[in-house]
């Protein structure tokens, strides 16, 4: 039930494409959805995250989907460039203990965008 | 310029030693955390602290041991007990407010042979 699930494990897109990247989680007790990007040899930093009681939230080019009811949601970059290519991770977290958050990461994404 | 400092980069054991990472942070951060990446398992948490001398398990802390003395520096040690210490690990901190984004060092690979 801790689980979260990304899909798919690898992606090949052409400059200009739109990628989309998938997760599914059970644990409804979820309620904040953030993205971390990661670059070969580097920390994840954070790329996005939405709350489940909004079904959209955009920055930039990025933008998170949000199914409350299907526990899942999405990751869609428009207008994507070979700078996006990276790993790209999502997780889910719950409230468990003030100061401190335990959060659940999908497996990664390794998104190749070619010029 | 504020971060999380990991060291070192890549380190090198034999089996059957113990071995400790390094994580420093300078963003005045309450709550530190370490997570191990393997390929194509996402991140999995090993130990977190949300305060100085008080540290709790995550999900796969066998084998490991961590301290936190001082608000800045989170150590981990890779024991022998530990099966698979090959890894990467990645330390990180956070804010006390929910939600506040996970700050990343940039890790450090270790392999054990």
């Known amino acids: 039930q801790q689980q979260v699930k990304q899909s798919p494990q690898s992606l090949i897109v052409q400059k200009g494409g739109i990628p989309i990247i998938n997760c599914a989680y059970e644990?409804?007790?979820?309620?904040?959805f953030p993205w971390y990007q990661q670059f070969p040899g580097k920390g994840p930093a954070l790329l996005i995250a939405i709350r489940p009681d909004v079904s959209e939230k955009k920055e930039g080019r990025f933008t998170i989907s949000f199914n409350k009811s299907a526990k899942q949601f999405s990751l869609h970059i428009m207008d994507s460039q070979p700078g996006d290519s990276a790993t790209y991770f999502c997780a889910a977290s719950s409230f468990i203990i003030q100061g401190a958050q335990k959060l659940v990461f999908g497996q990664g994404t390794r998104l190749t965008i070619n010029p | 310029d504020g971060g999380i400092t990991q060291s070192p980069k890549y380190l090198f054991r034999k089996e059957g030693q113990n071995v400790t990472l390094s994580c420093e942070q300078n963003l005045n951060h309450d709550a530190m955390y370490w997570y191990r990446q393997d390929p194509g398992q996402g991140l999995r948490l090993i130990y977190y602290s949300q305060i100085v001398n008080d540290f709790q398990k995550g999900d796969i802390a066998e084998g490991y041991s961590v301290s936190r003395e001082k608000k800045e520096s989170f150590p981990l040690t890779v024991t022998s007990a530990q099966k698979n210490p090959t890894a990467f690990y990645l330390c990180?901190?956070?804010?006390?407010?929910?939600?506040?984004?996970?700050?990343f060092g940039n890790g450090t690979r270790l392999t054990v042979t």
């Open positions: 644990n409804t007790a979820f309620d904040y």
């Open positions: 990180a901190s956070s804010s006390a407010y929910y939600n506040s984004p996970l700050h």
